[in-house]
């Protein structure tokens, strides 16, 4: 036996490296998180202590489990389902259960993968772990790995497995919400599956539905369900088409609809996953003479804060903050402004909502690629460096909208 204090100093050691590296992982270090991971999976000296304190660190994401038979789509589904959530503005942690040998896992994995267009993006970040030949079993690793993603502050884990045997029962009961994804050509795998996957799971996804033969998988899968069901138990089936991402907004849908329905991962945060941590910045209001205005909000007992020029914008401004919120009172100090040619147009007014979002670029991206009138042609960088787009009021109904980056951008 080793002495008593031999192993409080291992212990002291271990601990303070955990407290060091969770400091690094709550910052946002992708190689911390990297090397996180990979302490965590060898399972070596630390390891435990490691996961303690991320446990302790009290962030948890929405895990979401993804699997099905091999070839079903599922790596282009995640890939998706990944891609939707940064359009959200949220970050996530990607894991991606490698079925082959430890010892070939590497060359396989490009191929089981199919995850491209995320890089130079750190908001993903994409772990695969081998299932054969675990100490302790495939669901405690993968359970540990998500514990240090969402202690990095990965709000939405995907978790990709193979197949339909015990492990993958056992992983995706890891998961939050446990998405099956069928396709149409399986023959009578989908009734083999039964015994297996098919109650684990919380969401069905017919896929391939560009493919003959999904609609009658569709209502294959729904008639399965015991005639007995509610309208209230039904698992959701959603058809997709992960090629081209068709489905894939119904599908996270349905994920957010089970996972909130069930308060499972954080419940509470799950308002979140569909708002993207959006909260108010601050109402711009356009005003002749903030010394005029300002009177009124002063009486209300808010208090006004310095008031500044913004040279380049012709502006002055004063913010009055409100809540986590403020008022930002706008003043042109020329008539050819933006402000002030709103004004001699319109006349005072609510000028612009700024909504602040965790993504600013994802949701530019996304914006985009959704055909909204935006009114910046790309993000630009502001006074003191925050990171903004303009959104035309031709797509908001009618009112200018900004869109701030949040915090850490
Ligand atoms: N036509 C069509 N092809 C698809 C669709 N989804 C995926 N595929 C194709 O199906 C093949 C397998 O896709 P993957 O995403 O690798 O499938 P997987 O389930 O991850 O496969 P394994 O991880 O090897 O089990 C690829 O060639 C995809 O391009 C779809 O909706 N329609
Ligand atoms: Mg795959």
């Known amino acids: 036996m080793r002495c008593g204090w031999g192993r409080d100093i291992i212990a002291d050691v271990n601990g303070n490296t955990s407290e060091r590296m969770l400091a690094r992982l709550r910052a946002g270090e992708t190689r911390a998180l990297a090397r996180a991971i990979s302490l965590v999976e060898d399972g070596g000296a630390g390891s435990a202590e490691l996961v303690a304190a991320c446990r302790l660190s ?3 994401g929405l895990r979401i489990g993804v699997t099905g038979p ?3 789509g599922k790596s282009t589904l995640v890939d998706q389902m990944a891609r939707w959530v940064r359009g959200q503005g949220q970050t996530v942690g990607v894991i991606a259960v490698d ?3 430890p ?3 590497g060359a396989l994995l490009g191929d089981r993968i199919r995850m491209q267009g995320f890089e130079g993006d750190a908001g993903v970040y994409i772990r695969s772990m081998a299932s054969r030949g675990r100490m302790g079993g495939l669901a405690r690793g993968v359970e540990e790995v998500c514990t240090v ?3 990095a502050g990965r709000q939405t884990i995907l978790i990709e497995t193979v197949g339909v045997g015990q492990d993958e029962v056992d992983v995706v009961a890891v998961a939050d919400v446990t998405v099956l994804v069928l396709v149409p050509g399986m023959g009578d795998e989908v009734q083999s599956m039964k015994a297996g996957v098919m109650e684990v799971a919380d969401v069905f996804v017919v896929n391939k539905g560009d493919r003959e033969g999904a609609e009658r998988l569709e209502a294959e899968v729904r008639a399965m369900q015991g005639l007995g069901a509610s309208e209230a138990d039904s698992v959701p089936v959603v058809r997709t088409v992960a090629t081209t991402g068709e ?3 119904e599908l996270m849908g349905s994920v957010l609809e089970v996972a909130a329905r069930e308060q499972k991962g954080v419940g509470r945060e799950l308002r979140g996953l569909a708002e993207a941590g959006l909260r108010l910045d601050h109402l711009g209001v356009a005003v002749r003479s903030i010394a005029a205005a300002r009177g009124f909000y002063e009486l209300l007992g808010m208090s006004v804060g310095a008031e500044e020029t913004v040279e380049h914008e012709q502006v002055r401004t004063a913010m009055l903050p409100l809540g986590e919120s403020r008022i930002e009172l706008l003043e042109a100090t020329a008539e050819d402004s933006v402000i002030g040619r709103f004004v001699a147009k319109r006349g005072e007014g609510l000028h612009h909502i700024a909504v602040k979002v965790d993504g600013v670029d994802a949701m530019f991206e996304r914006l985009k690629g959704e ?3 935006l009114a910046s042609d790309a993000v630009r960088v502001g006074a003191g460096g925050h990171r903004y ?4 009021p031709a797509s908001t109904g009618g009112v200018l909208v900004e869109i701030v980056g949040g915090g850490s951008e």
């Open 389 to 392: 787009f303009f959104v035309h």
């Open 247 to 249: 489905g894939v907004g």
């Open 58 to 60: 009290g962030r948890r």
């Open 99 to 101: 079925p082959s040998s």
């Open 70 to 72: 091999p070839g079903a």
């Open 149 to 151: 993603m969402e202690a």
């Open 371 to 373: 055909g909204v009138r």
């Open 103 to 105: 010892y070939t896992g």
